[in-house]
């Protein structure tokens, strides 16, 4: 039903910046009221995949992993369907595969929703940060 195809990737140095996109299919973004969740993740090389920003709009709340508070940034294009994340500030150890997902309904008794409560996920991009 919805489809979730991550961009932007790519090799930048530390300290630098990278906008990902996430272009979404369907209605989700434009129908305010269907109660979902958006997050974005990451997963680095034999390391289990986490959190990086979660929000739900009906709720009103937003996560942020305390690693990337102040550097990484959740915005919206109702128009283009499409969220961004932008990383400022990059580190060495950013570099991961990251993924954009999407969790339907109403929000569980756990915050953020664990992972494996996401219904719909992108195919990632890589990110690779160099020293």
């Known amino acids: 039903q919805v489809q979730l195809v991550e961009s932007g990737g790519g090799l930048v140095q530390a300290g630098g910046s990278l906008r990902l996109s996430c272009a979404a299919s369907?209605?989700?973004?434009?129908?305010?009221?269907?109660?979902?969740?958006m997050g974005w993740f990451r997963q680095a090389p034999g390391k289990e995949r986490e959190s990086v920003v979660v929000?739900?709009?009906?709720?009103?709340?937003?996560y942020y992993a305390d690693s990337v508070k102040g550097r990484f940034t959740f915005s919206r294009d109702n128009v283009k369907n499409t969220v961004y994340l932008q990383m400022n500030s990059l580190k060495p150890e950013d570099t991961a595969v990251y993924y954009c997902?999407?969790?339907?309904?109403?929000?569980?008794?756990?915050?953020?929703?664990?992972?494996?409560?996401?219904?719909?996920w992108g195919q990632g991009t890589q990110v690779t940060v160099s020293s």
């Open positions: 997902a999407v969790r339907s309904g109403v929000l569980g008794s756990r915050w953020p929703p664990p992972l494996n409560e996401y219904d719909y």
């Open positions: 369907g209605r989700t973004f434009t129908t305010y009221t269907i109660n979902y969740t």
């Open positions: 929000i739900n709009w009906t709720a009103a709340r937003i």
